[in-house]
């Protein structure tokens, strides 16, 4: 899928190598064609390497994606320079009078906190809502999909005894859901969290369905029967190194992380991991906008408001 982008982003070169197709402004405007508008709320603190990584499993079909990137208004990044932000990201005020066609709602390490004591909660909770009328499907990903079940519906998430790190077997529940189509009865998943969902709390409500569970994991893929909201607990983005980067930080912090599950060859931090839920996570991201973005939103998103007064 064609991604048009800043022509500057610093994406592009990365993922031009990997022969993602990434479509310059300036060619993108050329197409006669009406692209899928996507906004990223990217609430990670490595924001380019999150960039890069949902961009990858955006890109690369006949349909062009037009990517808006979002930053809150009211957190200070750490991690990402003023110039980056500045340059390449927008802030709710700025695109709160438009419409999208889908929204993906990062993890953000700030799962040990209640929801309502994060800096940006307030305005989280605005866009949101927001969402309810100018995006036709959200996708929430890890600290997001708990922020959004919490939100919606009232979910709460609870503390695990430790940290959940590593890539985990999950089972399809319905193989015949659009989202789920193409994976196996069996699939991979990275996680990296302390908090989760219990899936009686979920099984509460009639408009919500569990689409894929772990043994080890938990509840990892909800769903409103609806489309307009998808709930996934994992990180499909990750790449092979995230986690392995993840855990020589902690171990550097004092943390003394456990070991991610089923990660490291051998249990051996040396040892390269393999890269084994790629092809599943391109499926879900593939999935979800094919079915639940450019098949279900109006030609002209101005009608989307009107859909969903």
């Excluded at 040990?112 to 990903?141: A, G, P, R």
């Excluded at 043994?215 to 909201?229: P, S, T, Y």
Aim: proline fraction near 6%; glycine fraction near 4%.
């Amino acid at each position: 899928m064609p991604i048009k982008v800043q022509s500057d982003l610093p994406a592009i070169k990365i993922l031009e190598t990997e022969n993602i197709f990434v479509m310059p402004e300036d060619i993108a405007i050329k197409q006669d064609i009406r692209p899928l508008r996507i906004v990223i709320l990217n609430l990670m603190p490595t924001k380019i390497t999150t960039e890069t990584q949902l961009l990858r499993l955006l890109g690369n079909s006949p349909l062009q994606v037009d990517i808006e990137l979002l930053q809150m208004a009211t957190h200070k990044s750490k991690n990402t320079s003023s110039h980056h932000l500045n340059t390449f990201y927008k802030t709710f005020d700025e695109i709160k009078n438009q419409s999208f066609d889908g929204m993906i709602i990062t993890g953000a390490p700030v799962e040990l906190m209640e929801f309502e004591q994060v800096d940006y909660w307030d305005e989280l909770c605005e866009i949101m809502e927001w969402s309810k009328h100018n995006v036709y499907s959200t996708l929430h990903i890890c600290w997001g999909a708990q922020a959004g079940l919490y939100y919606h519906y009232g979910i709460q998430k609870y503390t695990m005894d430790e940290k959940l790190s590593g890539i985990f077997h999950h089972r399809v529940l319905n193989p015949n859901h659009p989202l789920m189509r193409g994976f196996d009865d069996r699939f991979d998943l990275p996680h990296s969290r302390y908090t989760g969902v219990h899936r009686e709390d979920v099984m509460r409500f009639s408009q919500l369905e569990v689409l894929a569970t772990s043994r080890l994991a938990g509840v990892a893929v909800v769903c409103n029967k609806n489309g307009r909201q998808f709930f996934v607990m994992g990180h499909a983005e990750y790449d092979r190194n995230t986690l392995a980067t993840e855990y020589f930080r902690d171990v550097n912090k004092g943390v003394n992380p456990p070991i991610p599950y089923n990660y490291f060859p051998e249990n051996d931090p040396d040892a390269t991991p393999q890269l084994t839920w790629r092809s599943n996570a391109t499926m879900l991201f593939t999935n979800w906008l094919n079915y639940y973005v450019y098949q279900q939103t109006p030609y002209d998103l101005e009608d989307l408001k009107k859909l969903f007064e």
